[in-house]
């Protein structure tokens, strides 16, 4: 039953080892873990900011190809009336209505860039945090596998010493400790 245990425990070391080995070496001190916490707190912030931002970039983009949509129709819905400084106008307003499309259109992969950088930021924080929580795990495993084996060599030394013997060689060595002392 006893060596069931050990080879229990030796099976579950051996799964958790490759766990402790992949995260980082650093000491797993409280105050890691606050700063880790702060950490993942500010990458979520700056995240929903990021998100608002893209959705506010969106919504500008929609209005900008509406606008630049009527101008277009406008353009060639155009009757043979139209002078020639309309024309003009209504060709420089898509030009510049194309090219604040193009700047959206820049400013979306930028903020989808920092998106996929916070996102792997926190997935290392979180990889991170789950090396600092199975390093205590298996620090607690070996702990309680130490503690089961002095608890068990007691129980095996008190039972080869047996009921009456248990006190003749505590006296001898206690004997014996005093006389060396002197």
Do not use: H
């Not at 070496?25 to 893209?54: G, H, M, Y």
């Not at 003009?88 to 193009?102: M, P, S, V």
């Not at 916070?118 to 924080?125: A, D, F, G, H, T």
């Amino acid at each position: 039953m006893g060596q069931r245990r050990i080879f229990v425990i030796l099976l579950l070391l051996t799964f958790l080892t490759p766990l402790v080995f992949s995260g980082n070496f650093q000491s797993t001190s409280p105050q890691q873990a606050v700063q880790d916490s702060d950490e993942l707190a500010k990458c979520e912030q700056n995240l929903s900011i990021l998100r608002q931002q893209l959705q506010e970039l969106n919504q500008t983009l929609e209005n900008v190809t509406r606008e630049r949509d009527y101008y277009k129709t406008r353009y060639e819905n155009m009757t043979v009336n139209v002078t020639n400084l309309e024309l003009i106008e209504i060709k420089q307003n898509i030009t510049i209505l194309n090219q604040q499309i193009q700047q959206l259109n820049v400013s979306i992969s930028m903020l989808e860039r920092k998106t996929e950088n916070i996102l792997v930021k926190m997935w290392y924080l979180e990889l991170g945090v789950g090396a600092l929580v199975s390093v205590t795990i298996v620090e607690t495993v070996i702990k309680i596998a130490k503690e089961y084996k002095k608890r068990k060599e007691k129980k095996n030394e008190k039972l080869k010493v047996g009921p009456g013997e248990e006190n003749a060689p505590n006296k001898e060595n206690k004997e014996g400790e005093s006389g060396k002392g002197e």
